[in-house]
């Protein structure tokens, strides 16, 4: 789905850049409010903690998206992870978490082309993360409360966005696209290759949210509230615990689960990522078979020492590959866990300026 240089027409990506501009902006006010826990029920040390898992799930989304599974014969998949991101921290953390991916992609590993980083951002970053969370929440209201409707909640969410994320690129080609394919062929070939696509990214976004669920719930924004009551055993059976005997926990440590998820994505990328499918995704597949390919531009970043997600110089295919992840693991949790450390900084100065502020008498002038 990382849409290459010369796909879309300049004036179409213009136009997508601006609009990533803006989704951006507006996901950087949100996500002052997510980081700082008051747009959650359980405002305060839990919007703390969110801040530098933040960056953590960004380095995860980029190691698990080097991850390619096959999908049909000769075509492959990998993780988006708007979905992932927007149920763990946020729609509007999980926006920039995606774009913080993309960017790191495309500057680094000349992978997405850097003219057409405003329609990868629309099309990977904000529909995904809008598809998803809007089916997600949707779900979760109407369902039990419980883990496991989170979870398939999570996978449903997961399992739209991608289709939905081909027809947002179907659109831009419509309005842009520079070669002459009838439009009929480009949205059934790619709605239909992204739509089992979808289900690796559903079972992927599932099984990951169902394991941080059943080790810290707290840590899953999209459970904000959920919570299993202390059960007391009464005449043989189980009932729930009066208030006055629930234990009042503390915040707890995240490092465990920080730990656990960096040295997770750091395997990932550096050795897993060795034995994924080498067939090419559904995006290059579908531009390949019906030529949308035809006017595809060199990468500006091709000469990059770290180009196709390998290491310069380095001829051996395993190590090359295993340090390239290592390095986008290492570079995208710094950069990521930086911008949001900064972006929960300035909310917090914001409601210290604003609770300090000296308030106006009513009676003076």
């Known amino acids: 789905m990382h849409v290459p240089d010369g ?10 850049g601006v609009a990533a501009a803006g ?4 996901s950087l006010r949100g996500a002052r409010r997510e980081l700082a826990g008051h747009s959650r029920a359980d405002a305060g040390s839990a919007g703390e903690r969110a801040a530098p898992l933040a960056g953590l799930v960004a380095a995860f989304i980029f190691a698990v998206q080097m991850l390619n599974f096959p999908v049909a014969a000769g075509t492959s998949g990998h993780l988006l992870g708007g979905a992932l991101a927007a149920i763990l921290v946020g729609p509007y953390t999980g926006v920039l978490c995606v774009s913080v991916v993309l960017l790191m992609q495309g500057v680094l590993f000349a992978d997405g082309g850097l003219t057409a980083l405003g329609v990868n951002i629309m099309n990977m970053a904000v529909v995904t993360v809008v598809v998803a969370y809007a089916v997600f929440r949707g779900l979760v209201k109407v369902l039990p409360k ?3 409707s989170i979870t398939v909640a999570a996978f449903t969410g997961a399992l739209l966005s991608v289709p939905g994320a081909a027809v947002m690129f179907t659109l831009l080609y419509a309005l842009g696209g520079t070669t002459d394919v009838p439009l009929g062929k480009v949205f059934t070939a ?17 099984a ?5 669920l059943a080790v810290r ?12 009551p202390l059960k007391l055993r009464v005449g043989g059976e189980l009932v729930d615990a009066p208030a006055a005997a629930r234990p009042v926990a503390g915040p707890r440590s995240t490092k465990p689960v920080w730990i656990t998820g960096l040295v997770t994505a750091l395997v990932l990328a550096g050795f897993v990522s060795y034995y994924a499918s080498a067939s090419p995704d559904g995006l290059e597949k579908v531009a390949a078979d019906k030529g949308i390919d035809r006017k595809v531009g060199q990468h500006a970043a091709a000469d990059s020492p770290l180009a196709d997600y390998s290491v310069k110089d380095v001829t051996d295919a395993r190590l090359s590959g295993g340090l390239a992840g290592v390095i986008g693991v ?8 930086g911008i949001f450390w900064t972006v929960r900084r300035r909310r917090a100065e914001d409601l210290t300026a604003g609770s300090t502020a000296a308030p106006t008498d009513p009676a003076a002038g």
Do not use: K, W
């Open 190 to 206: 790619m709605v239909g290759v992204h739509v089992l696509i979808g289900i690796g990214e559903a079972v992927i976004t599932a």
């Open 330 to 337: 290492g570079a995208t949790v710094v950069v990521g866990t």
């Open 217 to 228: 719930p707290d840590l899953v924004y999209g459970a904000c509230g959920l919570s299993t």
């Open 7 to 16: 796909f879309i027409d300049a004036p179409v990506s213009v136009a997508a």
């Open 23 to 26: 989704a951006v902006a507006i």
């Open 146 to 148: 419980t883990r496991r």
């Open 208 to 212: 990951t949210v169902g394991a941080v």
